[in-house]
């Protein structure tokens, strides 16, 4: 009985109140979490469900343009029904829904200002999926790799390290589908596991002529290459109260792997002396591949000096030839800055970026942002639209480059959640979302850990958790081989 309790209080003293219906006028929209006002959502989401700051109960309507209404009532946070919430949607696409919000507050009832939220005609990917992990350092804490259908609040784990000793990380799809993936496993049963036309299979990545293992990993359009990067990274920590810890890389390179042949192709001018080259990145029409790229310095005292500009190189995809000419696309060193994760908007129209003060690890940086480069026109920009005073750093694009999903440390400084947002033909983005949940207040103060590499997937993947934990744990890995470019 005790799980009944605070609903038959909240209900007990919501009867005993003034009905909403005669609640006062409070003169200002609603202060609520997550903030919802105003934003764009697409119909495929799930239900935005909220707390208003300070209510003991709620009465909240959302209203269509054609007179449906979904409403919640009773429960300090909203409850909307999935089914009905995705039928309002539906209704609403390329307008605008109407939510009003009463709260009761010492026993009185405040009316507050309605806002809208709308409905892109633009459709997003069926679901997300991204690492989390605790705020461990020196050990391998609980991760795993897991999915979460965004039209609801479903999340499975498609790989936990529960499963075996070491760290999941880097995942990668090809354009978003769940079919193709890349998955690298840090540790003593350290491998690349690649699943390609329904076959999963375990690699070594490392060989002789490169520097270590293939992390990062960014798939060519055709599916037939993969491009990786392969980093010597370390950690420290910082003494100011303002940051934590710092990671960074001793030396960094990139290789294309040639899934096909099964070979690692690289070359000079992208495994440069002296030069530090790191995530790398496919156009949409899989003939350029953007990199970072920094001039090496002294670690750790010269740390801060490491600045990341943004270079392109051709690539050949018939012949799996790396171009001769790297071009310098973005000089962040001028201005004292450094990019990390470039990533082109599928369309081509596009390339977003983090860019931060220095190094490679944007993440621990309160100072990161997102940056945007309009291919056609040359211009780079902030995006003001999604910015905030704290961290906004990794981010991905849906299939159709309508969304992008990005993570964020604005919430609370110390956790990093997930956020959605809009970006239409011009771009421009919509105000961000919150990745919804059901009573979020209560989910994401419980939650302590980190959302880490948010992908889309326009679809469920199908991985045999089973299949994959024997394989990992076996000690079978098949070898890359080696070949330089033309």
């Not at 076959?199 to 990545?205: R, S, V």
């Not at 030396?251 to 002396?273: C, G, M, R, W």
């Not at 670690?299 to 690539?315: A, Q």
Request: aromatic share 12%.
């Amino acid at each position: 009985m005790k799980r009944y309790i605070p609903l038959l209080v909240i209900l007990i003293l919501v009867a005993c109140q003034p009905k909403a219906r005669n609640a006062a006028p409070a003169g200002v929209r609603p202060e609520i979490y997550p903030d919802y006002v105003g934003v764009t959502i697409p119909t495929g989401i799930a239900p935005l469900d909220f707390t208003v700051k300070g209510a003991e109960a709620v009465d909240v309507q959302v209203s269509a343009a054609d007179g449906k209404v979904l409403r919640s009532r009773g429960r300090a946070c909203t409850r909307f029904p999935a089914r009905r919430w995705a039928d309002l949607l539906e209704r609403s696409v390329g307008d605008s829904l109407t939510v009003t919000v009463s709260g009761l507050f010492d026993g009185k009832w405040k009316a507050f200002e309605p806002f809208g939220i709308f409905v892109s005609p633009d459709p997003i990917d069926y679901g997300l999926n991204y690492r989390l992990l605790e705020p461990g350092y020196e050990v391998y804490s609980l991760m795993g790799i897991y999915e979460r259908e965004l039209g609801s609040f479903k999340q499975r784990a498609l790989l936990e390290n529960t499963q075996f000793d070491g760290c999941v990380n880097c995942h990668s799809y090809n354009r978003n589908d769940p079919s193709a993936f890349s998955l690298h496993i840090r540790g003593q049963h350290g491998a690349t596991l690649l699943q390609r036309d329904g076959e999963l299979k375990a690699f070594n990545t490392k060989t002789d002529s490169t520097l270590g293992f293939c992390v990062y990993p960014y798939w060519h359009p055709s599916g037939n290459y993969i491009a990786y990067s392969t980093n010597s990274t370390r950690q420290g920590f910082h003494v100011q109260e303002d940051k934590l810890i710092e990671v960074y890389d001793l030396a960094s390179d990139l290789q294309v792997y040639d899934v096909v042949h099964n070979q690692i192709i690289t070359a000079p001018q992208i495994k440069q002396e002296g030069v530090w080259e790191s995530f790398p990145a496919f156009s949409p029409d899989g003939k350029t591949l953007y990199f970072t790229a920094a001039a090496q310095v002294e670690i750790p005292g010269g740390l801060t000096e490491s600045h990341y500009n943004l270079m392109k190189v051709s690539f050949e995809p018939e012949t799996g030839t790396i171009g001769k000419n790297v071009e310098l696309v973005i000089d962040a060193a001028s201005l004292s800055k450094s990019i990390a994760f470039p990533k082109p908007s599928f369309d081509g129209r596009f390339l977003m970026y983090t860019l931060c003060d220095y190094g490679t690890f944007p993440i621990w940086h309160h100072e990161s942002d997102l940056w945007v480069l309009d291919l056609e026109t040359g211009e780079t920009r902030p995006v003001d639209e999604v910015n905030s005073p704290d961290t906004d750093s990794y981010h991905d694009w849906s299939s159709n480059s309508r969304w992008f999903v990005f993570s964020s440390r604005r919430d609370d400084g110390l956790f990093t959640r997930l956020y959605v947002a809009h970006f239409d033909e011009n771009g421009v983005a919509g105000k961000p979302f919150m990745l919804p949940q059901r009573d979020p207040q209560n989910y994401y103060e419980g939650l302590f850990r980190s959302y880490n590499v948010p992908e889309f997937v326009t679809g469920p993947v199908s991985l045999d958790k089973r299949s994959a934990q024997k394989m990992i744990n076996s000690p079978e890995r098949i070898p890359f081989g080696f070949r330089w470019s033309d």
